[in-house]
């Protein structure tokens, strides 16, 4: 009798007439639901700064004067840092 009545109210339904919806949906589109997009997007992760790239480097960081000839030198695109390491 409680699946009789579990039937009846609508708690339990067929595979008929369960309603699939779909897995994924366009965010932009004007005509889906409010309901159904996210309430915020996350912004990715950045990366964390390493030693060379911290607020007070150790010495053995520090580039040399023949060294930052070197770095400003080189292409932006070639650098492997973008920054000059300094005290």
Do not use: C
Request: hydrophobic share 25%; net charge positive.
């Amino acid at each position: 009798m409680k699946l009789i009545r579990a039937i009846r109210k609508g708690y339990i339904k067929s595979k008929d007439e369960i309603v699939q919806k779909p897995r994924f949906y366009n965010l932009w589109d004007q005509e889906v639901d409010q309901r159904h997009r996210p309430f915020s997007l996350t912004a990715p992760k950045i990366a964390l700064p390493q030693h060379n790239e911290s607020y007070n480097p150790p010495s053995e960081y520090l580039f040399t004067k023949e060294q930052e000839k070197q770095w400003h030198n080189t292409d932006p695109e070639d650098r492997k840092t973008n920054f000059v390491p300094q005290k």
